[in-house]
């Protein structure tokens, strides 16, 4: 049998009764797969680790506690043979023979009837590795192929173009902090499928050095905006590209819509009846100063973390941040865009309640190279910015959890 490569195929097991036998490391790999894939599974073993005894409490599958016995295969169509004991796994097997059941065995390929692919998914297809005999079997060797394989079409570096399912229209994807290994696996497809990529000055610059030539990479700061807001200008760009049938992705830093105008912009595309997607990212405000050694919650310090735009001053009337309040909370506040205000922002907190002793780590250009950190207090911020010279972009995070972990960067 073994010296015949075996044939591939998919088998559509919704509602097909498939057994497992034993309840160890091997059933706990393979039942999530089988659980999706509808099969109606009967696990037969006295024993389960806890991750299989779960499914069965979560009624994901049946479990018979009690050793295999002859004819527990009979109205399977496929089993799993995985127990501990090798005499029973040759019954079995002997079993599935008889009845014509396709047994995948784990603890002898050669005696299987079946194998298991090292598989992995992306994006509509299942990719699924089998060694081509039994004798060569290098499972490390079939699981790195898969890993290849799913890697590559993930991150765009193995082009396999949709025929059928290219996303129309525009993508509003959230880039992340900056480093390039922080986006989304589906930002960085849909990066690979561009015709044309609109970026903001932050998020992932790097990523748009690896775009094919062909792809027309367009600086946001740089559309020009004549009579135009710059928001107006950059949504008449999104629409007349796509409107010439060509794929867009607006790359915007950290997630679209954590002061991101996403919104705006998915809106403008609507209105002119363009078909937009929007894929989240993370946001700067909780990993970067993660990035920096900072939690924005810490068991017994901060139970609430406020994200605010330091955009304009707390004495502004465009303000639309209650800063009293906020003054009040005694969790964790983390600023965006409040490089310029921070003097103000500090003397509006301690004014309404904050210790001046607050702590505050302003950490700019993080997930970068050019990552730093400079710590300070609610009194002392104003005078640190101005004497470190810290410059946007940067967050800003204030709150006790600010000290409660080693420092990892400078
Ligand atoms: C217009 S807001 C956009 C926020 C973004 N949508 C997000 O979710 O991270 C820009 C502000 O985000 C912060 N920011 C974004 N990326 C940053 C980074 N890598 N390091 C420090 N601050 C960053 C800064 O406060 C910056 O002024």
């Keep these: 049998m073994a010296e015949h490569p075996a044939y591939p195929v998919g088998l559509r097991l919704a509602g097909r009764r498939v057994v497992v036998l034993g309840g160890g490391q091997v059933a706990q790999r393979r039942l999530p797969a089988l659980i999706a894939a509808g099969a109606d599974i009967l696990l037969v073993s006295p024993e389960a680790t806890p991750s299989v005894e779960a499914m069965a409490d979560a009624g994901e599958i049946v479990w018979e506690r009690r050793p295999y016995a002859d004819g527990d295969l009979a109205d399977a169509w496929y089993a799993l043979i995985a127990t501990s004991d090798p005499e029973a796994n040759t019954r079995a097997s002997a079993e599935g023979e008889a009845h014509r059941v396709w047994c995948v065995r784990s603890d002898d390929a050669d005696a299987a009837t079946a194998w298991t692919p090292a598989t992995g998914h992306s994006e509509g297809v299942t990719v699924a590795v089998l060694t081509t005999d039994a004798r060569g079997r290098d499972p490390r060797h079939t699981a790195a192929v898969r890993d290849a394989v799913v890697e590559g079409l993930r991150d765009g570096t193995l082009v396999a173009p949709h025929h059928r399912t290219r996303t129309p229209g525009v993508a509003l994807v959230g880039g992340g902090p900056g480093d ?8 960085r497809r849909l990066l690979a499928e561009a015709d044309v990529v609109i970026a903001d000055r932050l998020g992932p610059r790097d990523l748009l050095a690896e775009l094919p030539p062909h792809v027309e990479v367009i600086d946001a700061a740089k559309i020009p905006y004549g009579r135009f807001m710059a928001q107006e200008a950059i949504n008449n760009a999104l629409i007349e590209h796509a409107r010439k049938g060509r794929s867009v992705v607006r ?123 400079v710590d300070a207090t609610l009194a002392t911020v104003a005078e640190t910015v101005r004497a470190e010279d810290v410059r946007p972009p940067a967050v800003i995070v204030i709150g006790e959890v600010v000290g409660v972990g080693p420092r990892t960067t400078e």
């Design 180 to 187: 390039p290994d922080l986006i989304t696996v589906r930002g």
């Design 251 to 373: 790359l915007k830093g950290g997630d679209p819509y954590v002061f991101g105008r996403g919104m705006e912009e998915l809106q403008a595309l609507a209105e002119a009846g363009i078909p937009c997607t929007v894929v989240p990212g993370i946001s700067s405000s909780i990993s970067v100063p993660g990035a920096a050694g900072i939690p924005v919650t810490h068991r017994g310090v901060a139970h609430e973390f406020t994200v605010v735009s330091g955009h304009v001053a707390p004495d502004d009337e465009r303000s639309l941040v209650d800063w009293p309040a906020l003054a009040r909370l005694t969790g964790t506040l983390v600023v965006l865009m409040g490089v310029d205000k921070i003097g103000k922002i500090a003397e509006t907190l301690v004014a309404h309640g904050r210790s001046p002793d607050t702590p505050v780590a302003l950490v700019q250009e993080g997930t970068t190279a050019a990552q730093r950190r």
